[in-house]
């Protein structure tokens, strides 16, 4: 897996890897950039949401369950000093369905954590992360 960052201007990037793919990523106008796209740490988030929710869904599918829509919530914080690294991110997730079994979305979740979601679970060994999910009722 190969991921490259061409420079465009300021603090401005354009992200390409293997899938071809491209983000752009940018920094904030205190510090050099024009807020045109991601930051690092907002990319990382959006990682860890995003290879948990691949998880969740295809196991809730597989599961049978009749899944109308999925948010995600990730909230991380930060140290307050140099470096500002993550200390906590929490996923959260926001479930709709008809009849959703909450055994299925509690396992799904579950194993997403603890065994599929690399992103996660590599994170895991440096930052406290927890998961949690709510299920909502569709009419």
């Not at 000093?81 to 991110?89: M, S």
């Amino acid at each position: 897996m190969k991921a490259t960052l061409n420079w465009k201007d300021g603090l401005e990037f354009d992200g390409q890897a293997d899938s071809n793919h491209h983000v752009t990523i940018d920094g904030p106008p205190d510090l050099g950039g024009k807020n045109a796209g991601f930051r690092p740490m907002e990319m990382m988030l959006l990682s860890v949401g995003g290879c948990s929710a691949m998880d969740v869904m295809h196991i809730l599918k597989k599961s049978r369950q009749d899944v109308t829509d999925c948010r995600i919530e990730v909230d991380g914080t930060r140290a307050e000093t140099e470096p500002k690294v993550f200390t906590d991110i929490h996923v959260q997730f926001i479930i709709t369905g008809r009849n959703l079994s909450e055994k299925h979305v509690a396992r799904a979740v579950e194993l997403s954590a603890e065994k599929y979601c690399s992103a996660s679970i590599m994170l895991a060994k440096a930052v406290n992360m927890t998961h949690g999910y709510t299920i909502e009722e569709t009419a």
